[in-house]
């Protein structure tokens, strides 16, 4: 068994040196004057899925993948593969250059970039390279055994990864960067089939994730939530517990983009024209930022093109202060390029949860949403459903759980709507479970939030 | 089909082996170099993916596994996107590897590579047996795996025309830039459009004696136009999405015709900005099969699916309503009585087509919804004999309706939808038969949003296009519908169908399950279909 051990434990990626001369040999091949970029990444996988108290499936897989984008004048095309063998690079390199030759001209062309500056990553964990199939197994057991001692049935999804990612091209530019990521979720549901409850994790770092901890949250509201009654639809005051607010606020941050936004086509489009930078869009409480270098949120110190990352500060005190610009779109409106890095950090405040509890004479609690699908991109408006823990507040006490309510709201409207905001911690935000961008944002109190319909499911 | 499918083979292979110089390798010679990060063999009936295949599944029987398959695959696609009169990217990716599932004591194991050489097998199939072994210390119900044929020898290839990858670059550049030019001209602000292609080779192995070697094809073009409004106040999209993603080839493409499409596309988008917003309310609703298969996908073939009902996709997909089996199976009414919905993986041009599944299993199609009552869910090998003590009452065999699916070598294969379609009604009505039999009604063009709770009862859909009918006749055009439902009230509310002439396929490249999210493709027949009283909201809010 040792020498079995031995390959499950040592996560699987490519050196700096190994990157090095896989670039090198790429570029070789390049016959194009005009430049060419490569970029490479590899990981090693891992996971276990957990169900009805039982391991159900897993999968370990190590996986390399090599792209080329090459330029012919104004022209590019871009190939990749998953082979190492100078064949297959050439052969990349070979299929790249004959697209680019055949494309049209790309009238917002922008040339690769020299070499550049970075920052080290701060996003790698060995303790999350480390964890092997037996480690998995063990996080898992510290969840079914309880549940199932406790006459529930718990399933859940443990996901980690650890990988290298690297970016060269023709002009000298190479950045090299390792991280890992992991994610370790739980629900919770009651034999009857009346209750559910979730838990959530995500981290760069396995040692921030508490399993045991996190299956005994997911019982508790799996027992809390049984029998769950009707309430009417319609406006509420909600306690968001920070997973919701994470699957909210997400979408003000794939909204930034903006050309979209000096194009007409955004909420962060002004009427008449223009954008919204400047303008007061949420409460002066909220401050929305990513930063990749931030160890709650870390992420890749450079982008796709080799750009270094920075802090991006999108929402300052209510105010938008600045939008996603790629190269192109910075160039022409003469700002600097956005490389954010794409992690979401939000404000918070003093308020507990408990605190918003007590002070709330009728309301409701949500754990978190579930199929969140955009209705509207002029206001950020999505429908979606509360899922795994949704509670009615009645003066100041939660007094039962009750059934799941579908809404369709804004977190645009939620944010110009808020009661309270409590301490921002790290949640896994992602519908599927995965690691996901990393999230850290508060509990929020907020009044007026829209519930059109009422759903029979648990 | 052996001797076309060998020569296609043998073609591609040449045609493969000459860009990358190694025209003139025999095929001794190619073995040789099968040490690690080794050129890449050619797949198919390719005897060093035979051996490998083998060494795989010996490692795992000699490490402990009482079943073990393997799967490798060479996938290729190409993707082409562009956004008015310019071209954002083409790209073209090829990736290969192979993935081996072992089952020690009634737990599995997964583990996947993608370096192509003996070593590199050996390990994985070892790394998935001792995964299991690590798996099963949790084990409470022992996987059982319902019995199969073995196919000694298979082959199957998508049927296509026009092999999407020798179309060149500059004809497929020159389509979409054409037809964004129509889409501008008619008064389009944007238009994004784009082709994307897919070829899977795909080896499937196992331990019963099964050796299968498929090629499957999937198509899609799509133009997206959108329309602002002159004082930046307003803008409304309009996608080609009755122009559905297929298991087809180029000639996909070809018979979309978006060039000829695209100015109508660009009149709606435009159409839409002085749309009435509709007055909420209820309304009955006819629903074109280009939007009606999303309806269909989310609240009929997801509930179905026998994971779900089990609890297994408790976490990320969520449970069903249609549970417990023993409660629903042939009991539980889920519509109207013109409500017949079947399961398949053999409907030409669909994208769930295939001659076996990821686990070697020929599908057959097989009735899940029956004059609207619910008969049988879609299932693998290991889910069937769940299903035991009803298949057994009902005199039929406990088989696998071949639902087994991977996204890729690196994905372990679980139980994905087939094809899961209306049936045409018996009588001989269309699209307009529908509108003029209805009296105050809203008639719903294209997929739009759409969002469905965990267990699949409360849904709410928007579509591309929408409009207002009053006495048989459309009068209008409406903006910010969309329509919520409780799956079993809506498809009671089914009164009026189209017939065979009205069938459309629709379908989907992305639909997400499973922890790691897998995507499957998959197709959805149906007619235009009528249903009353349904509750319509209206979505717009002023920023």
Sequence with gaps: MSDLRSLAQSARYLSREECEAIARRTLGFVTTPDGARVNISSASQGNTRFAVNQVSTGGDSYDTSVTVTAHAGRRSGSSSTNQLDDESLRQAVQTAERIARLAPEDPEFMPELGPQQYQPGRNWSDATAALDPEGRAGAVRAITTPAASGQLVSTGFLDTRAGASAVANANGLFAYTRGTATALTTTVRTPDGTGSGWAGASHHDWSQIDPAALGARAAEKARASRNPVAIEPGRYTVVFEPTAVGNLIQFIGRALNARAADEGRSFFSKPGGGNKIGSKVVDERVTIVSDPFDPDVAGSPFDNEGLPARRAVWIDRGVVTTLDYDRYWAQKQGVAPTASGGSLKMSGGSSTTDEMIASTPRGLLVTRFWYLRPVDQRTILYTGLTRDGTFLIENGKITRAVKNLRFNDSPVFMLNNLEALGTPVRVSASEDGGPGQAIMVPPLKVRDFNFTSLSDAV | ?543
């Design chain 2, 1 to 543: 089909m052996g001797s076309s499918r060998r020569e296609f083979i043998r073609k591609t292979s040449v045609a493969t082996a000459a860009i990358a110089g190694l025209a003139a390798v025999p095929s001794a010679a190619r073995a040789a170099l099968l040490a690690p990060r080794a050129a890449s063999p050619s797949f198919g009936d390719d005897p060093d993916i035979e051996t490998l295949a083998h060494l795989a599944l010996d490692a795992a029987r000699s490490a402990g596994a009482g079943y073990a398959d393997v799967r490798f695959a060479r996938n290729r696609t190409q993707s082409l996107f562009t956004r008015e009169r310019r071209v954002q990217g083409l790209v073209d990716n090829q990736t290969q590897g192979f993935g081996v599932r072992a089952l020690v004591n009634g737990a599995w194991g997964f583990a996947a590579s993608r370096e192509l050489s003996r070593d590199e097998v050996a390990r994985v199939a070892r790394q998935a047996v001792q995964q299991a072994r690590a798996n099963a210390a949790t084990l409470v119900r022992p996987v059982v795996l319902a019995p199969a044929t073995p196919v000694p020898r298979g082959e199957w290839r998508t049927p296509i025309e026009i092999d999407p990858f020798a179309v060149s670059i500059e004809d497929k550049v020159g389509v979409l830039l054409a037809a964004n030019a129509e889409a501008l001209k008619a008064g389009a602000r944007f238009v994004n459009s784009s082709m994307f292609f897919l070829r899977e080779e795909k080896t499937f192995a196992s331990t019963d004696g099964s050796y299968i070697v498929q090629t499957i094809y999937r198509t899609q073009p799509r133009v997206t136009v959108t329309a602002v409004s002159k004082d930046q106040s307003d803008f409304q999209t309009r996608s080609s999405n009755e122009v559905p993603p297929m298991g087809r080839g180029y000639e996909h493409v070809r018979d979309a015709k978006l060039l000829e499409n695209a100015p109508r596309w660009a009149a709606e988008a435009v159409q839409k900005l002085s749309a009435k917003p509709v007055e909420v309310g209820r309304y009955d609703l006819v629903l074109h099969p280009s939007h009606l298969w999303l309806t269909i996908h989310e609240s009929v073939a997801h509930p179905t699916e026998l994971d779900r009902a089990l609890g297994f996709e408790a976490n990320y997909a969520g449970t069903s309503f249609v549970a417990p089996p023993e409660k629903v199976l042939g009991k539980l009414r889920y519509g109207s009585h013109l409500m017949n919905i079947r399961g398949d993986r053999e409907q030409p041009g669909s994208l769930s087509a295939v001659g076996w599944d990821d686990e070697g299993v020929k599908p057959e199609s097989f009735d899940i919804i029956r004059n609207g009552v619910f008969v049988d869910y879609q299932t693998t090998r290991e889910q069937a004999p769940y299903l035991t003590d009803y298949y057994k009452a009902s005199g039929r065999p406990v088989r696998s309706h071949g639902c087994s699916y991977a996204e890729s070598w690196s994905d372990v294969q679980f139980q994905r939808m087939p094809n899961v379609s209306l049936l045409p009604g018996e009588k001989d009505l269309g699209w307009d038969d529908l509108i003029a039999a209805t009296d105050r009604g809203i008639a719903i063009v294209g997929d739009g949003s759409f969002s469905i709770d965990q267990q699949r009862y409360n849904a709410q859909f928007g579509g591309q296009l929408f409009y207002e009918i009053r006495g048989g006749r459309i009068t209008g055009m409406l903006k910010d519908v969309a329509y919520q439902m409780r799956t079993p009230d809506f498809w009671g509310a089914l009164d009026m169908i189209g017939g065979q002439k009205s069938y459309h396929l629709g379908g989907a490249f992305n639909d997400a399950k499973g922890q790691p999210s897998q995507v499957n493709a998959v197709s959805h027949g149906c007619v235009p279909s009528r249903f009353r009283n349904i509750n319509v909201i209206n979505t717009g809010r002023k920023a």
